[in-house]
């Protein structure tokens, strides 16, 4: 905590609670996070202390949050979800209550926040985090896409569920419940990208400003998710670089795996893209576990209802899906894994 401290006054250097390239920074920057995002592009966002704390504050300002309240962590430091909470932690005045690795009954505090992989789990196994989720007056969910089937059943379990929107380049959530918080705009691009702006928003990616110029414009940062605004409430459709052209045809992994959690709503699967001459990009499936349909009552349902271009041209049979510290997953080690299988 004092190093956070030191590094949000300018007291001392840039920090990074991950690996990065990157030997100086410009000296408006506070912290440094790695990310690869979905796309496995390597960028070192730079943050300054004014962003993080802009951020923090708008947070606590949409959750009625008040000095002396408390936060838990559950969630990793090489991540800005979990740098986000020892920064709102420090606004309140309070300490975090490190819970990540927590065995049994969990204290009580007044905010967390988690990633749908944790809810799940609350929800289905882990009765003591469930408990502690109940009791916090709000919990926040993000890092990876929310189904509206798991948020109702953590609704009607009794937990305030917060939906958050976000990324590194945002310093973490930025727009809750569909509402952008205090400060952030968010509009759609002509090519339907959401587009973010306000003080929260990184200052560079310092390994690559070149890039970092490609998606910052007149204060306006453009993501590569696809979203529309709906009764003055964003909506996140997917990410653009989600979407594979397959035989000529625009094809959508997560609405693949939509369609296969829809009807086989016990079956562990991923849709990962492989190259192939024929098809330009040709999607397969992988399948973790042992308990899933056949192969040909699977390519049945997603020929109904997607169509003939989003059948899958093979299949990857795993004991478990790989994914990233935050619970997405993991296409880029899916793609590995089927190249060494062929």
């Not at 959401?194 to 490609?214: D, F, H, M, Q, R």
């Not at 041209?313 to 619970?327: H, Q, R, V």
């Amino acid at each position: 905590m004092a190093h956070i401290v030191s590094a949000l006054a300018s007291d001392g250097p840039a920090l990074s609670l991950g690996s990065v390239s990157a030997a100086e920074v410009p000296k408006s920057i506070a912290l440094v996070i790695p990310t690869s995002g979905s796309t496995g592009v390597s960028k070192e966002v730079g943050l300054s202390a004014s962003a993080l704390i802009a951020s923090a504050r708008a947070s606590h300002k949409y959750l009625g949050a008040e000095p002396g309240h408390t936060w838990s962590l559950l969630l990793p430091l090489t991540h800005i979800a979990g740098i986000n909470i020892l920064i709102r932690s420090l606004e309140l005045g309070t300490t975090p209550l490190d819970l990540s690795h927590h065995v049994g009954k969990y204290p009580k505090v007044d905010f967390t926040s988690v990633v749908p992989t944790q809810l799940f789990r609350a929800l289905h196994s882990e009765q003591d985090l469930l408990e502690h989720l109940q009791s916090a007056q709000a919990v926040l969910v993000g890092g990876a896409a929310l189904t509206p089937e798991l948020r109702a059943l953590g609704i009607s379990a009794g937990i305030n569920i917060i939906e958050t929107y976000g990324m590194t380049e945002t310093s973490g959530g930025c727009v809750y419940n569909g509402t952008p918080l205090e400060g952030t705009s968010v509009e759609i691009s002509t090519h339907g990208l959401i587009k973010i702006a306000g003080p929260t928003l990184a200052s560079t990616y310092v390994n690559n400003p070149k890039l970092w110029s490609e998606v910052f414009h007149d204060g306006w940062f453009t993501t590569s998710d696809i979203g529309l605004i709906e009764n003055g409430l964003l909506q996140v459709a997917g990410r653009v670089d989600d979407i594979i052209i397959s035989g000529g045809e625009n094809i959508s992994l997560s609405a693949v795996e939509k369609e296969l959690e829809r009807a086989f709503p016990d079956l562990i699967a991923a849709a990962f893209p492989v190259e192939n001459s024929q098809w330009g990009d040709s999607i397969f499936l992988a399948l973790a576990g042992d308990n899933h349909p056949s192969e040909d009552e699977i390519k049945e349902v997603l020929v109904a209802s997607l169509g003939h271009g989003a059948t899958p041209k093979g299949f990857l049979y795993l004991d478990e899906l790989p994914k990233s510290s935050l619970g997405k997953i993991d296409r880029g080690t899916l793609i590995e894994l089927h190249r060494r299988s062929s």
